[in-house]
């Protein structure tokens, strides 16, 4: 009796294994793939980004490409849904207003992190 109450829970535990190892992708929600027309590489460094400002066109999809050249850093923009680091350092967006949307760090990286700010110009 004992050893079929451990076989019981030893392929339960295996069926819990199994069903926890699936991928988002199978749940059916993740996003659409877009494909990206044009690629943006934004580059940090120590409490910089490599330009002030970064222009893009409404509507089109584009790819940006986030490179940490000194120090640790990532990027957040939040009207795009947008955060990259060493971790995720690309994503797929497709501006869909224009206007200027305000880009900072997101990994707090000593000192100067609160003034490593850039901007997204959308156009038309």
């Known amino acids: 009796m004992m050893k079929k109450g451990v076989i019981w829970l030893a392929a339960l535990m295996f069926i819990l294994v199994l069903a926890a190892c699936g991928s988002p992708k199978d749940s059916g929600a993740s996003e659409p793939e877009v494909t ?39 990027l957040l923009v939040p009207e ?4 990259l680091d060493t ?26 992190h609160s003034s490593m700010i850039s901007k997204i110009i959308v156009e038309e």
Request: hydrophobic share 30%; with cysteine; proline share 4%.
């Open 87 to 112: 971790q995720t350092s690309s994503k797929v967006i497709v501006p869909d207003k224009v206007g200027e949307f305000e880009m900072s760090c997101s990994v707090f990286c000593g000192k100067g």
């Open 36 to 74: 990206a027309t044009e690629q943006l590489v934004i580059k940090a460094s120590n409490y910089e980004f490599d330009q002030p400002e970064y222009r893009l066109k409404k509507g089109v999809p584009v790819k940006i490409v986030y490179e940490n050249v000194n120090g640790n850093h990532g």
């Open 80 to 83: 795009f849904n947008l955060r």
